[in-house]
């Protein structure tokens, strides 16, 4: 036993070694430890480089609490929060991880990390601490870009490496500040790469690890044998919040589409190809005469849109992309996220049996119609709702999977009608009091009456929701 730990502790050490000294290590280069001086090769070199572009990052915010006399309806009737029991503020503070990507001060972390944040501070390795500001941030991708406040000079910093150069069995470090203790290093393996069924993100491509990843090492690297960033680590797979060595890391290659809108001072825009997509499933697989599902099945191509110029058809099975095999939904949408708008993509198709290759170009999602954003007010159930007109742009940018016409729920005020109602971003409002909503407008006027009854429809997650309330 104690000569095969030595012969793995060996292996470990000659692949830091050989990618540190001579470059990406190939598979033909990989080779196992031959004497003792290998086995007493460490990992510290790498760490002491890499590690000072490793920050805390520590986030604030100020929430209303209200009082739990208010959940009571005797009390709720009589006081209504008005002169006992009202809502009171209290400092929600969160812990993670970020790393330098530029030189100036420019730090990637989670989105999850500094959501609603009022204040953000970060801790450079050398304990000095900075305010922080957010240039960026994106829930679909969970990922926040920000800024050292009023930094002069230069720090340690990152690059990035090519996540798509990973393979399953290779060495990573992970560096972060879990359970805030300070700043700590965790060694493993790439354990998975394309994981696509995590729940984390709308983009769901994650590379898995058993390098220990804990609460506070979100937004931290994960670090390959070369010293460069190949992910962000996001999340962790556990029944009792602790590492149990699943671990999963954002892919630097998606990283880098963030980082780059972030400079750019826009928001993170994804191609849109006007096309819905289906995973397949073992049934569909033995239909198309597939020996196992893969692939993303074509169910829906919108009129004049990228997909219907590259030739795509309901029923057309996408196998890949680039050459690069898909396996799902999840997977394409990664592929031509980190391809970027501007750019074309050559995809393989199946239809009828037959596999033919077709150019996809890339675009923006189009603002069909104005946006005509506004807050819902008055005395209806929606006060407090800021909506938006439907459109594939819109869609896109609220990560909304459906009909991209009609007046859609960008924001619900804390505290508003609209919330005590239940209405969430992302809601699309189908009708009030039986009359149809096409616009931002018509929606506005149908809540500008004061009634005593309401009745609501809404459509959530493809599914119609109706709801009566009373004034």
């Known amino acids: 036993m104690k000569g095969r730990v030595n012969r793995f502790a060996a292996m470990v050490a000659t692949a830091f070694l050989v990618g540190w000294l001579h470059g990406p ?5 990989r080779q196992v430890p031959e004497d003792i001086a290998e086995i007493k090769l460490s990992f510290a070199p790498i760490v002491k480089r890499v590690a000072p572009a490793v920050v805390n990052v520590y986030a604030s915010r100020v929430v209303q609490q209200q009082s739990p006399f208010l959940d009571d309806p005797f009390f709720r009737r009589f006081f209504g929060g ?11 503070r969160s812990l993670g991880s970020g790393v330098i990507i530029d030189s100036t001060g420019i730090i990637v972390t989670n989105h999850h990390v500094i959501a609603k944040a009022s204040e953000i501070k970060v801790a450079l390795a050398d304990r000095r601490e900075f305010d922080c500001d957010v240039i960026l941030t994106d829930e679909r991708t969970d990922l926040a870009v920000l800024r050292i406040r009023d930094f002069e000079g230069t720090l340690p910093f990152l690059e990035f490496a090519d996540s798509d150069e990973l393979e399953v ?9 879990p359970f805030g ?17 995590v729940g984390i993100s709308d983009y769901q491509f994650f590379i898995q690890t058993d390098a220990a990843i804990n609460p506070g090492n979100s937004g931290g690297a994960l670090i390959d044998m070369n010293g460069g960033l190949v992910g962000i680590n996001t999340a962790i797979f556990s029944r009792t919040g602790d590492s149990s060595g699943i671990g999963f890391a954002i892919p630097s290659n998606m990283v880098q589409v963030v980082a780059r809108s972030a400079e750019s001072g826009a928001h993170v825009r994804m191609p849109w190809i006007g096309v819905r997509l289906q995973a397949v499933t073992p049934d569909i697989a033995e239909g198309l005469g597939l020996s196992r599902p893969r692939g993303a099945l074509v169910v829906d191509v919108r009129k004049g849109s990228p997909g219907a110029r590259a030739g795509l058809t309901t029923g057309d099975l996408v196998l890949s992309i680039d050459d690069v095999a898909i396996d799902d939904p999840s997977a394409f949408n990664y592929r031509l996220a980190t391809k970027g708008i501007g750019t074309e993509a050559r995809i393989g198709v199946l239809r009828d049996g037959k596999q033919y290759a077709a150019t996809l170009p890339l ?12 807050e819902i007010g008055g005395m209806s159930p929606l006060a407090g709702a800021r909506v938006v007109n439907l459109s594939p742009a819109v869609a896109e940018e609220l990560a909304h999977d459906g009909n991209t016409e009609g007046v ?4 619900v005020a804390d505290g508003s009608a609209a919330a005590e109602a239940g209405l ?21 006027d149908a809540c500008s009456a004061r009634l005593r009854t309401w ?4 459509e959530r997650n493809g599914r119609t929701i109706r709801t009566r309330f009373r004034g």
């Open 455 to 458: 009745e609501i429809a809404i």
């Open 408 to 411: 859609i729920v960008a924001l």
């Open 363 to 374: 675009e923006g999602a189009p603002e069909t119609v104005p946006r005509d954003e506004i």
């Open 181 to 197: 203790v300070g700043q700590t290093v965790t060694s493993g393996i790439v354990s998975a790469l394309a994981r696509t069924k």
């Open 424 to 444: 969430v971003p992302g809601d699309v409002v189908l009708e009030v009091n039986g009359r149809p909503i096409d616009t931002t407008r018509t929606l506005e």
């Open 82 to 92: 008005r002169s006992f029991g009202g809502p009171t503020q209290r400092v929600q």
């Open 169 to 177: 069995g290779d060495l990573v470090l992970a560096i972060g500040d």
């Open 25 to 29: 290590v190939s598979a033909e280069q």
